[in-house]
């Protein structure tokens, strides 16, 4: 699990910089931003530290660390993406993490619910865009003015199976580096 905090941890350090020197958006989300990735990082050390002296509790510990990055990653993309479009590739830290140790079926659900949050936060964000333009609307019609960009869904729906094929890729060269392994025993 260490692999998350020197992969991922720098790699999400690198988009949130880019994302604030290129962008600049409020010190407010920069702060948060830090902030957040700062506890994320610290959590998931923690975590990985304590893991052979909570033994009994490894497998738990592990689905925890999961959901506690999917969760960072969402809040970070919520706060970034607008200033920053390359953010959703944060998505990708919760389901690789699982692809570490988890069965298949579960790094998959893991890949799909990273992609539906993204899903739903490039919705709620355009549906907020929407009803800002115009305070009468009503949800329906910010729902419907929202969609109308097929050719955004058809990004943001690349995206989200590129999460779940990526995540999917991930497991099974996990899975083969473990037969390997196993095989010269």
């Not at 994302?19 to 958006?25: D, N, T």
């Not at 009994?56 to 479009?85: C, D, E, K, M």
Request: proline share 3%; hydrophobic share 60%; with cysteine.
């Amino acid at each position: 699990m260490h692999v998350l905090n020197y992969y991922f941890t720098p790699f999400a350090v690198i988009l949130i910089l880019f994302a604030i020197f290129f962008s600049e958006p409020e010190k407010n989300v920069t702060y948060l931003s830090f902030g957040l990735l700062a506890a994320s990082f610290i959590v998931n050390y923690w975590l990985n530290s304590n893991i052979y002296r909570l033994m009994q509790y490894t497998r738990h510990i592990r689905g925890i660390t999961v959901w506690i990055n999917l969760l960072t990653s969402a809040v970070l993309f919520y706060l970034l993406f607008p200033y920053w479009a390359p953010m959703w590739l944060l998505f990708l830290t919760a389901p690789a993490a699982a692809a570490m140790f988890m069965k298949k079926w579960q790094v998959f659900l893991t890949a799909a619910a990273a992609a539906a949050v993204m899903l739903g936060i490039y919705l709620y964000k355009g549906m907020a865009f929407a009803m800002a333009d115009a305070p009468a609307m009503t949800l329906a019609q910010a729902f419907s003015q929202a969609m109308e960009s097929t050719q955004l869904w058809a990004v943001c729906a690349t995206q989200a199976v590129f999460i779940i094929f990526f995540s999917m890729f991930t497991a099974a060269m996990a899975e083969m580096a473990v037969k390997v392994r196993d095989s010269m025993r």
